[in-house]
């Protein structure tokens, strides 16, 4: 069963906007990733998050965790063109084998 | 950086025919891979966890019989989708980590459409 839930389920901006995508859970983890897809295309890793991290930086990009609330949010600073795909969260559960659960994704377009 | 190479990326079979399809790790040994089926616009669901030398853990709701997982060694595994069925048609993505809890590494899919 998949685990995360993610808003907004599409999202259309302009470049040289931010872009946030969040994404709830509702497990304990071990770590959060953030993962990115074209169309068509195998997945990216973007980040890694842990749970006793609150923040992360790597670029453009900013995540965010709330272990409280059992969330965390993607911000893509000034955005691109080719930021364009779709972005899922995903988690590892403690004791699990280090698989990984998806959340539900989130279309991202951004229009030149 | 880490490669996983899956292979076809399409394939088109006839109802009833078999399907293999395989998953390498190029530069790494992964003795878990993972399995996964993606609907179109949607998210990826797991379908069975494979690890080097032992059989596959499968997910709730997975056949297994259907889903033919096979781990031979700590580069290759490859699933085969037995009897194929129109319904089977979609999107299958192998993953690999090197280390437990690290980032997972994935092949670019294979896109299978059973007529």
């Known amino acids: 069963s998949q685990q995360g839930e993610e808003d907004p389920q599409a999202l259309s901006i302009q470049e040289g906007e931010n872009a946030t995508m969040n994404c709830s859970y509702k497990?304990?983890?071990?770590?959060l990733q953030w993962y990115r897809q074209n169309s068509g295309r195998g997945l990216v890793h973007l980040i890694l998050?842990?749970?006793?991290?609150r923040e992360k930086h790597s670029g453009r990009l900013r995540v965010t965790l709330d272990t409280s609330k059992k969330s965390s949010s993607l911000l893509i600073t000034a955005s691109r063109a080719a930021d364009t795909a779709s972005y899922f969260c995903?988690?590892?559960?403690?004791?699990?084998?280090?698989?990984?659960?998806f959340g539900q994704g989130t279309e991202l377009s951004v229009k030149p | 950086g880490a490669v996983v190479s899956q292979h076809p990326s399409r394939v088109i079979c006839k109802s009833g025919t078999s399907v293999k399809i395989e998953c390498r790790s190029l530069?790494?040994?992964?003795?878990?891979m993972f399995w996964y089926r993606q609907f179109p616009k949607k998210s990826l669901m797991l379908m069975a966890t494979?690890?080097?030398?032992?059989?596959?853990?499968?997910e709730q709701g997975v056949e297994k019989d259907k889903f033919l997982i096979n781990h031979a060694s700590l580069t290759l595994s490859t699933l085969t989708v037995t009897s194929a069925h129109p319904e089977d048609s979609s999107f299958y993505i192998c993953?690999?980590?090197?280390?437990?809890?690290?980032?997972?590494?994935f092949g670019n899919g294979t896109r299978l459409t059973v007529t």
């Open positions: 993953s690999a980590s090197s280390q437990t809890n690290s980032p997972l590494h």
């Open positions: 497990t304990s983890i071990n770590n």
């Open positions: 998050i842990r749970s006793n991290e």
């Open positions: 995903a988690t590892v559960l403690y004791n699990q084998g280090g698989k990984l659960i």
């Open positions: 530069d790494f040994q992964a003795t878990t």
């Open positions: 494979s690890n080097e030398g032992s059989k596959a853990t499968y």
